[in-house]
Each structure stands twice: as structure tokens, then as C-alpha cells.
């Protein structure tokens, strides 16, 4: 497991403690190479986030002209029920795609990492949604999916259970997307849990071997917590996947006033954005949520900053490592004393 | 042994229980792609292919402009992959492998910018292109992507180790710039480091679904998601006809995937064990 | 104000992409090329032969011709959007009933008394002409169709009620709301499954139609919280708590469905609804269909408008183009193909309409659509008649899908309105 680390050490060319006057003109070069991100950045990223403190402080179709309106945009977002339930909406789905999805993926993981044969066409064939476009997929799950004439109903119907309207009712409609979400990232998350599995020392699990431990043991004790790195960082990237869902909802629904279905039970922070300022026009509002949206992701990536941090990761490496033997041990003894008991009482039944 | 074998069996039919799930919708794309909408809306559903495949694709071409869509995607996709693999990989040479002053303090603020979520700018992002008058037109595909920082900061990592030191001591002493240093030394060693960027990056312009649906407002202009959406949405929807579409727009991905995957998949895995 | 976004952007985005060498030409022309008068409207809007003929050449332009766009969907938020992005914005572009939402926006678009439309206002529909025209008397949008509203019904299946299946005897059983409901519920005894609407907005919005007032008076008073949209918004929760709504929403994969797997078996609608509706969805149904007056009233929703937006190449060309596609000769070839009815009264004595129609049992549907035309009184639409209906639309289907109560939901929807109202500075 490599880990970012401070910068590496690199070929020098000054030397460090007695630098030359022209430094800056030596390494005119370098400042050219890394020139083209940040000059893009700046144009496509930093000033349209100033800009849009600008525009948020508008209201503004995007057409006519600006009208000045303070901090208006924010205080009847605060108060806004859509946009708390978009929130809430994003949450719950980002949940509901997320756990199965990473339980998935490390029950699929540890079966790819026993399979000795067949491992690259299931590894090809469990990436493959992940390649295919949302656009693609959403529209067959809509399908499958759907309440008059969907799969999923043909066959709850076939087997004695009522239809489910799944595309109408609030939970039907977030475990939908919820479902398009984690078909296509489960494989990705496998493959990525596949090469943690495989980064883990074979000798840990020798040890584990000779100690007796049972299969079950060894995958609770030492493999997710030795994977326990990786699984921060696939939480990680559906945490900032998850905030930013919308194509499997705006493809499902299209544009209706009740945009994300029925009740808007399908709508997520960034299809209120999306709505608010392209079909309703209010670039000012629309760029008000986009900073509710910024914060939010900053809330969660400054927590999982500190989780997956290089130096935390270290530890946490480490620490797993030491309760996993600890665990062992304590699990052996724990044998030990039962078979003890057990010998014990056999011996009292006689 | 044989509690071993039971056990690899009972792996391989989860496994291929996976693979079903997976590989599925597929299935369930091209069935509805084959058959009448009617067929669809019926009820049990046919579940077999049918034989309406060919009037399904043939009505789809007769809705939108479908090569033309590919076409332009095509063009997207590789002009931001050439650009990203260009300038990524050139930045993230200079960021592993030379000391130069303010190096720590631009990488930090390279990785800070991850934190930017893009949908934050979203509106002025567009009021910025419509400015430049660059609304509807590739150049608002293409230019605000042509470098990332998350391509910068990957390459910087493979780069960190895969270029050895002394090869580039080596150019130094042959008298080469840094940018022979960068044509000579990098760019050969990182090349299957650049294959994978470009592949995700390929798939990524290719399945990206938000921006173009935005920025290029000329319906006769459109992304393959977009007009696939754009196919979807037509009122008196003809469902048989949007599977066929949809099944038209996922083959030359996949194909991609097919002969690039299994490097792509472990380049990828490797790379998320370096964050 | 919109002087210092430009400074704004003029220190920033501009300099720092001047500085680059990254600035566009900034092309501001219309979309298309100079022989061209690009045109955006949504699918089944217009007859494709004349616009056929438009395209070899603009009649009266032979140096122009027309390039046509035909939108599937979104087509709102498609030119709106475009009109926000300033460039490659079309010449000409449809506009929904919707008009009066694109008021505060005229500025984009050419006033057409200007290009000589005033000669033209006594061919058309009165109460059509006029929401074209802005309240400072601009004219923005030149009327194309508009959208009586009458009862379709299928014969197949109010035969198996036992239901009299002549139009005239449908229209005497159903004279008005109440006993349209009887009525649907009688076939539906006889044929479980069968709606009369798709969805709970349907029957909303159709009732809206027959109002002569809306959400706002022409002054500004908001009225949306009075008893006739109360009344309407009760009708709907009625007609869906009986069972007769297929719950089919819009946008929704089920919305055609239930046209064509025959769940939908009358429907109150605009004329545009046979061609969108049973003609596309239910090919197979030909013949089954008949029309008859609407329970409740003539009314209208829907039909639309054409305005030349300010980036036209070729205003004058436009404008005789339009002119010429909405002529009423013209516009009885729309109501021959795709079922469009025609705002130009003389249309209504054109042989071509008199014909019967074969997917209506040959019924002459245009005597039925026509009396609903010329006795519908027209009504206000205001700027803000979309964001006032969207949160009751969106309130309704609560209702449906999810049983919220209604006083609940009617206070929920009135609530958001005025914080929206409020927000736009309306009320």
C-alpha cells in the first residue's frame, strides 16, 4: 500500500542551501509545464466561483437584466422546503447506494481474490456497467423499473406479489436510482477492493492459518480491517459521487414541475440546481445552491480528509494490523479456553 | 481438499450470479431494442430477442441525427483525451521529478482545487462561455477540460516512480532542455500510464451528461447522451426505439473497454492504492 | 444593471481570457447559415409540407430557406437557454401558451407591429391575437394553433357500458362535470381498469381551461387562491378518488402506456391530443374514437405562437415567412396533418377541414372543435402563471401518488406560491 506522502525526493537542480539568484528564471520551464492547468483553472474555475458570489447576490433570468437583491437568494434558500428536501432526498439515496454497494463489492472482492480461474473475464464483465453510459442504463432500469409495464412487476405479479409503483411512490422512487447507482459501481469498487485484497501480505494470512483461525475470522479480522485504507477511499469517492447525482433522476423524469417523479422524491441538490436556474431561469438562485452544494462537499471531504489523511492512513494501517493479531490472539485463546470448558464438560457429564 | 472445492464451486456460483446481474440489462436492452413497443408494453413481457432490431435502429437514425451525435462525441472525447494526456502529463513531470520554487505550495493548491465541486459553477461557467460566445459550439466541450487536476495529480504519482532519477542526470548531462528531458525521458516511460488517463478520460467525455446538456444548445449539436435523452423525451415516447438507441450508443464504448479493459482495470486499481 | 455584470465580467473572464490568447470571435448572429432563417419548434407543432416547401425556398425570399429544427422535448428550457448563451440562438422560434412568460424578455425578440402585423389582426381568433401582445403593446408572438378542448371517448368500450355511443346522446349524458364522472364510473363497472385522464393534473388543468380567469388579473391582483381554481383543484382530487384516473404522470415511462394498452378510454383534452395521443400511441384503435362537446364547457389549452428573436438575419423574410406558414389556407392543411386547429376563423369553411376523419369513425371532428373555439372567451395569462402552477401541479400529484390530504396540499401549494411571488416581486 502506497501512500501519498510529503513530495518524494526528486533530482535537485539547485542546490538547496546556497540558491542562486535567477531561481525563479531557471525554473521558467516547470512554470511553463504546469502553466496550462492553472491558467484554465482560473478562467474556468476560480473566476466563475467569484463570479458566482456575484451572480448569487442577483436576481437574474440570465437574459434580461441583473437586479441587485442582497443576501435574499440565501435567506429564502435557508427557508426553502425543496432545497432541504433535495438535501434529504441526496442523503438518503446517497445511503441507500452506497452500503449495499461497498458490501457488494467486498463480498465480490473476496470471492475474486479465492478464484483462481476465469479471474479476468469476471473482472472485464463486473466492470462493464461502469463503462456504460447513465444515460443508457437509467434508461433500461426506467424500464424494468416502471409501474405499468415494468420487469420487476411482471415478475412480483408472476410470483403472487402485488405490483409495487415503483416510479410514483417516495421510497419506490429512491431505491430505483438507488439501484442504477450501485449497479454501476459495484464492479468498480470490487476491482478496487481486489487490489487492496491483494496488497495484503500473504504471510498475515499464513499466520492467521497456523493460529487456526476460521475463514470467517480471518476475513472480519484481518481482512477489512487491513483493507481499511481502501474502504475509505471508495467511501470517499461515492460520498462526492453521491452529493452530485442527477442524471439517473433528470433521465427517469425528464423536466416536470415535479422534477426528480412525484413528489419530487426523486430530486437531488444538484437537479434543484439544475432546475432552478436552467428551466426556471433564476441563474441567482441557482448559484446560491451551488454553494450550499460546495459546503456541504467541503463538510464531508474535511471529514474524510482527516480519515484518509497520508499520515492517518498510516496509522490506521498499522493499528488494524495490531488488533487484527490481537484479535487472533485473543480469538485463540478464547478457543483454547473453550475447548478447555468443553473437554471440562464432557468430562462432567461422565 | 474437497471442503476446498466446495468452496471455490460455491465462489464461482456467486460470482457468476454477479455476472448475471451484471450483464443483464444488457440483455434486457437488446430484447427490448428487438421487439415492438406494444410487444413491451404488453403483458407477460417477452423476454426472448425478437425481430425488429433493424426497424428499431433504422427509426432511430430517422429521429436524430445519430452519427452526427457520435461524430461529434467522438471529436469531444479524443480532443480533450489528446489535450489532458498533453498537458497532464507534462505538469505532472515537473511536478515529480524537479525542485522549483513555490513546487509544494502549487500542488497543494492543485489538490485543493479537487475540492471544487463542478456543479458549484455551473451557472457561471455558462454565463462565462456565453460571453466568450462560445455557447453551442466544441470549444465549450473541450477547452475548460483540457487539463485536470486530477490527471495531473495521478500521473505525478506513476510519474514519482516510474522515472528514474538518473536517466534524466543522464539527458542533463547530454545537454537536453526540459522539455527534450520531458520528450526523451517521460513521455516513453509513461506511457501505459498515459493509456489508462486516456481511457478514463475517453469514457468520461464520452458518458458525460450534465455539462453538454447545458452548454451546447443547438439541437442539431448535441452529445450521444444528450440525443439519446433528447429520444426519451419525445412526447408519444416509442420505447423500442429508445432501447435500440440506447443499445447503438453503448456498443463502441464497450468495444473500447473490450480491447483497452484489462490493462485499464488494473491500471486503475493500482492507481487507487496510491491516494 | 446589466451594465455592471459586463464590467464584472469585463475585469475578469475578459481579461484573463484576452490575456490568454482564449477569446472567442464572440460570434453573436443567429444559428444557421446566411442563406438561412433557422427555425426551433417542438415535434408535431407544424405541417411538414409546407415546411417542406420552406425549406427549397422562403415563398417571396427565393434567395433564403428555411432550417428546421424539430425539438423532442424540453423545448422550453432548450430556447431559453439559448437566449441566456447569446449565440447561435434561432431566427424564428414556436412558443407555447405559455407566451406571457417570455413578457419580461420582449426585448429579445422583434415587436412584430413593427413588421406589419397589425394588416393581418382581423384574420384571427380575438382572445388568440391578444396574448401575443405585451402589456406596453408590443406584439412578441404571432398566434399559430390554438387548442379547443372537446371529449374524446372510445365507442368499443362505452358501447360494452351500454352508453348511447353517438356523440351528440355522449354530449347530453355528460353536460357537465358531475355527470361525467357518473358516466365514467358506469364504464367502469363494466370495463375495470378504464380512466377518464391520464393523471389528476389532466383534469386540473382541462377545467382551468373553461375558466375565463386564471392565476392573475390583468392588473397584477394574484387570484390563484379563489374559488374557481379551488373548484378545479377539487374536481381533480374528485375524479381520482373515484378510481377513474389511470395515474399515468407526466414525463413518466407510463403516459403513453395507458393510451395504448386502452386504460384511457375518455379523455377531456385539446385538439392536439388525437394526433399526440391515440393517433401515435394507439394506431390500432382507428376508428374507435369519437368527440363530442366537452362536460364543463368550450374551453382551451395549449396552441402556439411564433416570434422572431433578435438575432434574426432577416426580420423582414421571417416575418413574411410566418405570416404566409399561418395564413388560413395554410393553417387548414396543419388541421389535416398533424391535427393542429387553426386560429383563422376562415379556416373553419375550408372544404379540406369538412372532411371526415377515419380514425374518428369518420366523424367530422372540426364542427365539434370549432363551436368550442369561437364560444371559448379566452383569459389572462400572466408572467407568472408558470411558477404559480407548477407547485399546485406538483402538489396535486401528491395527492394521487402519495394520498396527501387535500386542504394540506391546497395550503402547501398556496404557501409556496406566494414565497415564490414574493421572491419575484409580484405580489
Redesign the interface.
Given at each position: 500500500?502506497?501512500?501519498?506522502k510529503a513530495?518524494?525526493?526528486?533530482?535537485?537542480?539547485?542546490d538547496?542551501t546556497a540558491k542562486p539568484p535567477g531561481?525563479?528564471r531557471?525554473?521558467f520551464?516547470?512554470?511553463a509545464?504546469?502553466a496550462?492547468?492553472?491558467?484554465?483553472?482560473?478562467?474556468?474555475?476560480a473566476?466563475?466561483?467569484?463570479?458566482?458570489i456575484?451572480?448569487s447576490f442577483?436576481?437574474?433570468?440570465?437574459?434580461?437584466?441583473?437586479?441587485?437583491v442582497g443576501l435574499?437568494q440565501y435567506s429564502?434558500l435557508l427557508?426553502?422546503?425543496k432545497f432541504w428536501q433535495a438535501i434529504g432526498n441526496t442523503l438518503i439515496i446517497w445511503v441507500l447506494s452506497t452500503v449495499p454497494m461497498l458490501l457488494?463489492a467486498l463480498?465480490?472482492a473476496n470471492?475474486?481474490h479465492?478464484?483462481t480461474?476465469?479471474r479476468?473475464f469476471?473482472?472485464?464483465?463486473?466492470?462493464?456497467?461502469n463503462?456504460?453510459?447513465?444515460?443508457?442504463?437509467t434508461?433500461?432500469?426506467?424500464?424494468?423499473f416502471?409501474?405499468?409495464?415494468g420487469?420487476l412487476n411482471?415478475f412480483l405479479?408472476?410470483v403472487g406479489l402485488g405490483k409495487v409503483?415503483w416510479?410514483?411512490?417516495?421510497w419506490g422512487i429512491k431505491i430505483a436510482i438507488a439501484t442504477i447507482v450501485t449497479?454501476r459501481w459495484?464492479?468498480?469498487n470490487a476491482?478496487?477492493y481486489?487490489?487492496?485484497l491483494q496488497?495484503i501480505s500473504a504471510d498475515v494470512y499464513e499466520a492467521a492459518k497456523v493460529d487456526g483461525a476460521s475463514?470467517r475470522q480471518v476475513f472480519w479480522r484481518i481482512t477489512v480491517p487491513m483493507l481499511r485504507p481502501?474502504i475509505l477511499?471508495?467511501a470517499v469517492t461515492s460520498t462526492?459521487g453521491g452529493?452530485?447525482i442527477?442524471?439517473e433522476s433528470?433521465?427517469l423524469?425528464?423536466?416536470?414541475?415535479?422534477i426528480g417523479?412525484?413528489?419530487?422524491a426523486g430530486m437531488t441538490?444538484?437537479s434543484y440546481?439544475?432546475q432552478s436556474?436552467?428551466?426556471?431561469?433564476q441563474?441567482g438562485y441557482?448559484?446560491a445552491i451551488?454553494?450550499a452544494?460546495?459546503i456541504l462537499?467541503?463538510l464531508f471531504?474535511i471529514i474524510n480528509w482527516r480519515l484518509?489523511g497520508g499520515r492517518d492512513n498510516e496509522r490506521i494501517a498499522r493499528r488494524a494490523a495490531r488488533r487484527a493479531e490481537r484479535n487472533i490472539a485473543a480469538q485463540k485463546a478464547a478457543q483454547q479456553e473453550d475447548a478447555e470448558q468443553t473437554t471440562k464438560e464432557a468430562a462432567d457429564v461422565h | 481438499m474437497s471442503i476446498e472445492r466446495i468452496r471455490t464451486t460455491v465462489g464461482h456460483i456467486v460470482l457468476m450470479l454477479g455476472v448475471v446481474v451484471s450483464i443483464f440489462p444488457f440483455y434486457w436492452m437488446l430484447v427490448m431494442a428487438s421487439n415492438t413497443t406494444p410487444d413491451i408494453f404488453s403483458y407477460p413481457p417477452k423476454l426472448v430477442i425478437g425481430s425488429h432490431l433493424f426497424e428499431n435502429m433504422g427509426k432511430v437514425l430517422d429521429n436524430i441525427d445519430f452519427f452526427g451525435a457520435m461524430l461529434l462525441t467522438l471529436i469531444a472525447s479524443l480532443g480533450v483525451t489528446v489535450l489532458i494526456l498533453f498537458f497532464d502529463s507534462l505538469a505532472a513531470f515537473a511536478f515529480a521529478k524537479y525542485e522549483f520554487p513555490g513546487r509544494n505550495f502549487l500542488f497543494g493548491l492543485l489538490l485543493a482545487t479537487f475540492m471544487i465541486p463542478t456543479q458549484l459553477s455551473l451557472v457561471p461557467q455558462f454565463v462565462t462561455l456565453a460571453e466568450f460566445g462560445w455557447i453551442g459550439s466544441l470549444k465549450a466541450l473541450i477547452i475548460p477540460g483540457a487539463a485536470n487536476a486530477f490527471g495531473i495529480f495521478w500521473m505525478r504519482q506513476y510519474a514519482a516512480g516510474a522515472i528514474p532519477d538518473e536517466l534524466i542526470s543522464a539527458a542533463k548531462v547530454d545537454g537536453a532542455g526540459f522539455f527534450r528531458q520531458y520528450l526523451t525521458v517521460g513521455l516513453p516511460v509513461l506511457r501505459p500510464g498515459l493509456a489508462f488517463l486516456g481511457i478514463f478520460t475517453f469514457i468520461n467525455v464520452w458518458n458525460d451528461y450534465l455539462w453538454p446538456l447545458i452548454v451546447m444548445t443547438d439541437p442539431n449539436r448535441l452529445t450521444l447522451q444528450v440525443a439519446l435523452d433528447q429520444l426519451n423525451g419525445i412526447y408519444g415516447t416509442d420505447y423500442s426505439m429508445v432501447m435500440a438507441g440506447a443499445l447503438m450508443s453503448v456498443i463502441p464504448l464497450i468495444g473500447v473497454f473490450l480491447i483497452g479493459g484489462r490493462h485499464f482495470i488494473s491500471d486503475l486499481a493500482a492507481g487507487a492504492m496510491k491516494f | 444593471m446589466s451594465l455592471s455584470r459586463r464590467k464584472f465580467l469585463a475585469f475578469g473572464a475578459g481579461a484573463a481570457a484576452a490575456s490568454t490568447g482564449l477569446s472567442g470571435c464572440g460570434s453573436r448572429s443567429s444559428l444557421g447559415g446566411s442563406d438561412e432563417l433557422s427555425m426551433w419548434t417542438w415535434v408535431g407543432s407544424v405541417n411538414d409540407d409546407l415546411i417542406g416547401q420552406a425549406e427549397k425556398a422562403i415563398p417571396g425570399h427565393d434567395g433564403l430557406r428555411l432550417s428546421m429544427t424539430r425539438i423532442g422535448s424540453n423545448y422550453k428550457t432548450k430556447v431559453l437557454t439559448s437566449l441566456a448563451g447569446k449565440s447561435l440562438v434561432p431566427d424564428i422560434v414556436a412558443i407555447n401558451d405559455d407566451v406571457a412568460t417570455y413578457f419580461p424578455n420582449a426585448d429579445q425578440f422583434h415587436d412584430l407591429f413593427e413588421l406589419g402585423a397589425k394588416e393581418r389582426e382581423s384574420e384571427f381568433l380575438p382572445w388568440k391575437w391578444k396574448l401575443g401582445v405585451t402589456p406596453d403593446n408590443k406584439m412578441m408572438a404571432y398566434p399559430m394553433d390554438t387548442g379547443p378542448t372537446a371529449l374524446f371517448y372510445r365507442t368499443d368500450v362505452f358501447s360494452k357500458a351500454g352508453i348511447d355511443i353517438d356523440p351528440a346522446a355522449v354530449a347530453q349524458l355528460a353536460p357537465d362535470w358531475d355527470t361525467y364522472i357518473a358516466l365514467g364510473k358506469k364504464v367502469k363497472q363494466a370495463v375495470p381498469g378504464s380512466s377518464i385522464t391520464d393523471n389528476i393534473n389532466s383534469i386540473f388543468s382541462y377545467r382551468m381551461a373553461q375558466q375565463p380567469k386564471r392565476y392573475m388579473t390583468v392588473d397584477g391582483q394574484y387570484i390563484g387562491d379563489q374559488d374557481h381554481v379551488r373548484e378545479a383543484f377539487d374536481l381533480a382530487i374528485r375524479v381520482v378518488k373515484e378510481g377513474l384516473s389511470a395515474n399515468a404522470q407526466d414525463g413518466s415511462t407510463d403516459a403513453d402506456a395507458v393510451v395504448t394498452n386502452g386504460k384511457l378510454v375518455a379523455f377531456n383534452a385539446a385538439v392536439w391530443w388525437a394526433q399526440l395521443g391515440p393517433k401515435n400511441a394507439a394506431p390500432k384503435t382507428k376508428g374507435l374514437w369519437r368527440v363530442t362537446a366537452a362536460p364543463g364547457g368550450a374551453g382551451n389549452r395549449g396552441g402556439s405562437f411564433l416570434g422572431i428573436t433578435k438575432y434574426c438575419k432577416n426580420p423582414e423574410a421571417a416575418f413574411a415567412f410566418i405570416s404566409w406558414l399561418e395564413s388560413a389556407k395554410n393553417q387548414a392543411q396543419a388541421f389535416l396533418d398533424p391535427v393542429l386547429f387553426p386560429s383563422t376563423p376562415a379556416s373553419y369553411t375550408d372544404s379540406r377541414l369538412a372532411a371526415p376523419d377515419p380514425f374518428f369513425g369518420g366523424q367530422k371532428i372540426v364542427e365539434v372543435f370549432a363551436e368550442s373555439a369561437t364560444k371559448y372567451p379566452g383569459a389572462y395569462f400572466s408572467p407568472y402563471d408558470s411558477i404559480i402552477g407548477a407547485p399546485i401541479s406538483a402538489e396535486l400529484v401528491n395527492v394521487e401518488v402519495a394520498g396527501k390530504s387535500p386542504d394540506q396540499a391546497w395550503n402547501d401549494a398556496q404557501h409556496q406560491v406566494e414565497r415564490e411571488l414574493t421572491r419575484a416581486g409580484a405580489i
Open positions: 500500500m502506497t501512500v501519498t513530495l518524494p525526493a526528486t533530482v535537485r537542480s539547485t538547496t531561481k525563479y531557471q525554473a520551464p516547470q512554470y509545464a504546469v496550462p492547468f492553472f491558467i484554465l483553472f482560473a478562467i474556468f474555475g473566476f466563475p466561483v467569484l463570479f458566482s456575484w451572480i442577483h436576481d437574474w433570468d440570465g437574459i434580461g437584466s441583473m437586479t441587485w435574499q429564502y427557508g426553502d422546503p457488494l463480498v465480490i470471492a475474486l479465492n478464484a480461474r476465469f479476468s469476471y473482472r472485464i464483465a463486473y466492470f462493464i456497467p463503462v456504460t453510459s447513465v444515460v443508457a442504463v434508461l433500461v432500469f426506467g424500464s424494468i416502471s409501474n405499468n409495464f420487469l411482471a405479479q408472476s409503483e416510479l410514483t411512490q417516495p449497479w459495484v464492479g468498480y476491482i478496487i481486489l487490489a487492496g496488497a475463514s481502501v477511499f471508495t462526492i452529493l452530485q442527477f442524471t433528470r433521465v423524469f425528464g423536466d416536470t414541475n415535479n417523479g412525484p413528489g419530487n441538490i444538484v440546481l439544475y436556474a436552467f428551466i426556471n431561469n441563474f441557482g448559484a451551488g454553494w452544494l460546495f462537499i467541503v471531504s484518509i | - | -
